[in-house]
């Protein structure tokens, strides 16, 4: 499928390759725009968003599954509704021995629904999703604090979740340049017309003649 794939490379964008070797072209890009939107859509319905034949999408499609383009599907749920209406975040200071078990009592714990390893201050970061703030202060004091691999931790409360994508590529930010350039193109001016912070000078005659007709 990938040899599929690599022979319609179309749309004049730059290839990169993915996986197992996979060159993901403009066609794959706008393949995931849709899937993003819509990811139980049908090949025919993803075919006639993305202006090929139904042969091609279901053949692309598959592609990027095999290759590993595309990982899994899942459902996006309402934390609110489901219960989980408070979020944090837990920035946690390692004993760097201890890594290992760091790792290995995170995964015990089902509230974590994210870490990353990062720089700076901390190193690493936690997100949680509880139903109160009583069970984020349980987890920091009572289980986060006996692990001996936790040297330190620092608690930072989500007041509201502004803006979240399943996953952002490559494309978003040629379609975001083109929106721009379409906003800051200027209007038309209707004829006789002054643009703003410009003069228009007026012969002598003509405005001799204008002062007539007012009479």
Not at 95 to 110: D, I, N, S
Request: aromatic share 4%; with cysteine; hydrophobic share 40%.
């Amino acid at each position: 499928m990938s040899e599929i794939s690599r022979n319609g490379v179309s749309g004049g964008g730059q290839p990169g390759r993915i996986g197992i070797g996979l060159e993901l072209d403009d066609i794959h890009l706008k393949i995931l725009e849709v899937l993003r939107e819509n990811g139980r859509i049908s090949v025919a319905a993803l075919a006639e968003r993305v202006g090929i034949s139904r042969a091609n999408a279901y053949t692309r499609f598959e592609a990027l599954r095999a290759d590993g383009a595309i990982k899994r599907f899942t459902a996006e749920i309402d934390h609110l509704r489901a219960g989980l209406g408070i979020t944090a975040l837990i920035f946690v200071t390692v004993r760097q021995q201890m890594w290992k078990q760091f790792r290995a009592e995170l995964a015990r714990m089902p509230e974590v629904e994210y870490c990353a390893i990062t720089t700076g201050q901390h190193d690493a970061m936690i997100q949680v999703r509880v139903s109160d703030v009583a069970a984020v202060h349980s987890m920091v004091t009572d289980r986060l604090a006996n692990i001996p691999a936790v040297k330190a931790t620092e608690t930072v409360f989500i007041l509201d979740e502004v803006l979240r994508r399943p996953y952002v590529l490559p494309s978003d930010r040629d379609a975001a340049r083109d929106r721009s350039r379409q906003q800051r193109r200027p209007v038309q001016e209707a004829q006789g017309d002054v643009p703003l912070g410009k003069m228009r000078f007026v012969g002598a005659a003509e405005g001799r003649a204008a002062l007539r007709k007012d009479d």
